[in-house]
């Protein structure tokens, strides 16, 4: 399986971004798709999931600002960002829980996407 994000960049406070992450591979099932973030000297900490069903998480510090999403094979995960602050700045990682094979439990991650909130 294989993660591929984009869309990070350099934003404005304020501004807006959207990232995707396309999953390609052996994948049997999906259980869900999410977005986790890692700041300069801070641990990794979601930031939105979405699964199957449709059910969605997200981080107290996004609510309201961030969406996530899934594209119509429910193999692209969308995460769009509104209202983007300074402290948003960080690596964004795309992850995947699902099967490989239906026997073989998945947990994996995307290369990372850099989000930089900056005047």
């Known amino acids: 399986v294989q993660l591929q994000a984009c869309g990070g960049g350099l934003v404005q406070p304020g501004g807006s971004l959207r990232l995707s992450c396309a999953a390609s591979?052996?994948?049997?099932?999906?259980?869900?798709m999410g977005w986790y973030r890692q700041a300069p000297g801070k641990q990794r900490e979601l930031v939105a999931t979405?699964?199957?069903?449709?059910?969605?998480d997200f981080a107290d510090s996004v609510k309201g600002r961030f969406t996530i999403s899934t594209g119509n094979a429910k193999k692209t995960v969308y995460l769009q960002m509104n209202s983007l602050k300074p402290e948003d700045t960080a690596v964004y990682y795309c992850?995947?829980?699902?099967?490989?094979?239906?026997?073989?439990?998945?947990?994996?991650w995307g290369q990372g996407t850099l989000v930089t909130v900056s005047s």
């Open positions: 591979g052996s994948i049997f099932s999906i259980d869900a």
């Open positions: 979405i699964t199957s069903g449709g059910n969605t």
């Open positions: 992850n995947l829980r699902g099967r490989s094979t239906a026997s073989n439990i998945y947990n994996g």
